[in-house]
């Protein structure tokens, strides 16, 4: 009886949850959509062109700042991959005061306002005398992606047992290579989830990049805002259309590349927080 | 194993684990707090007479910002964020709860479709908003051709902007909500239902109370970026629309007062710090109970 009461679906929340789900996915189509018209109307579909795109890989401000996003991408990916792991392997095993100050801290930047974030690299970078260019956008995410990996990684690292380096430590290890040849190919699915996330968040990042970029080449994004300021025009739409589907696909990875190591677990179990297994 | 064995490698254990932390905690130190410090020390500086930022020990910024312009600004900046916190709690829970209680073996997929475009570009969302809306976007296009209106002016309001930071943010509401909700035990939401025979008894005295840590949670991290946003006033709204982020923002962008910009900085995070310990306080509360 009990049973069959709860599954009778609420009519109210299942319309709700459908309601969303179309307000979700409404926009996105409709840029896609208009981004193939061969008129510039963002209304009428007046037939299908790939003029827009034809304009995007003429435009080489615009390929400029797409290389220049995917470098920063990746550099700031490889790098807050190390700090990451190196800091979660360490907040997980080091249960003193000063370690619990130090997973504090570094957690920081996930509940700091990325206007915050953004504005105090800035003052750092000008007070130090750095010129701001792709390296001080670098270094700024690389600062704000070491929490993401520390957490994803943690989860994880929570699920392996400390016994399992102690086991290598007994069998004639040192410390290091316990964590070299033991730890780290148990964290490999955490660590390519992470990353693929990291990457996906960088590369679309607007604000941080927008406060600590230089001139020339600007990243993607701050380029993309500057031509949204102006006004909505089919070109966005293509050159959005795009990047939808580029970090759509690296955050589909993200989830499914750890369920391919277990199955039954994914990195979605991480994000909303279910127990890693 | 001697006692002996075990103290001395848990001390070379230690030392590992302690040269593993110092590389990324001095990176953390160099390049976020000595920034934040920075910041604060900056918010009593002033401004040389060429507009060059300096150092000093001043509280003219301070009492700057505490006028009516910047006092309505913030206030605004408030009611839009608590507005959408109102809003995506409103909109997490039945969508939490259905995908969770009723999701069967679709709930990861489910999840993952609202994850997805959540974690896809973030401006090119809030453009998409803007193009749909404008004054020759496909709503208007839409309302002119069913003959209701002449078209509406949705740009420029404060339920545009508003309409922006949920679309943006929501996800962080829904996915600690479902958390907590996925981890239920549903028999409780049945004794409820046996108990008070309403559904919506049932919700706010079982199902909410026992999900309170997510709803703290999705509250919380909902807040944080939207009263910090100044995208989506910016491209949604216009100037009688901006909010805090606009101002700081200008400061640093646009007006290049920094002093200035950095006393507006601290005391966004100061208010932001009172409600994170009120935060706090809410959760441990909750956990000594239980």
Redesign the interface.
Known sequence: M??R???R??A???A??AV??A??????L??AL?SFNDKK????FSGFSLRWYDDLVHNSALLDSLIASLKIATVSTVGSLV??T??A???E??TSRR?RV?GA??L??L???????G??????FT?IGLKLSMTTVI??E??FS?AYVTVIVRGRLAGIAGEVEEAA?DLGCT??QA?RLVTLPTLLPALIGAGL?VF??VF?D??LA??TTGVDPQPL?VR??SS??FG?SPA??AI?TL??LA??LL??AA?WVPRLFHRGT?S?DL????DPR | MSEVAVKR?SA???S???W??A???A??VA??????A??VL?SFGRTTNDGYPVFATSTANYRAIWNEVYLELFLRSLTYAVATVVISVL?A???A???A??GGRYK?AL???????F??????????????L?D???V???LRHSGLTDGVTFLNTPYAVVGGLV?GFVVFTI??V??SL?RLD??L??AG??LYHS?MRTFFTVTLPATRAGLYGGV?LVF??A?????SA??LGGANTYMM?NL??QQ??EGQN?PL??AL?VG??AA?TVL?VAYLRATSTQRRES
């Open positions: 009990a049973t009461r709860l599954e679906k609420p109210l929340a299942v709700m949850t969303f789900f307000w979700l996915y409404l926009p996105i409709a840029v208009f109307s963002l209304s009428a700090f990451g190196m800091l392997l360490g907040l095993r080091v370690g130090i801290v570094t920081l930047p509940v700091t306002p990325e206007i915050v974030t504005v105090a690299a800035l003052l750092l007070g270094l700024a690389i600062t070491i430590r410390p290091f964590v996330l996906a968040l679309d607007f604000v927008f406060f994004p993309v805002y949204i300021r909505v966005i739409n959005g990047m939808l970090s759509a955050i589909v989830l994914s979605l994000i909303t927080g279910g | 490698r070379q254990r230690t590992l684990w302690g593993l932390l590389l990324p905690t990176w953390m390049f976020f707090v000595s920034s934040m920075i910041i900056l909109i829970y039945p969508v709860y259905t995908i209680l009723h990861n999840i993952a479709a609202i994850v997805v475009p974690f896809a570009s973030y401006l090119v969302r809030m453009y998409a908003w803007k193009a749909l404008s020759d976007g496909l208007n296009s839409g679309y996915l600690p479902y958390a996925e549903t028999s939401i049945e239902k046996d559904p919380l944080l970026p009263l910090g946003d100044f995208v910016q491209l982020g700081v923002q640093f962008a920094w910009g950095s900085t966004m995070m932001l994170m």
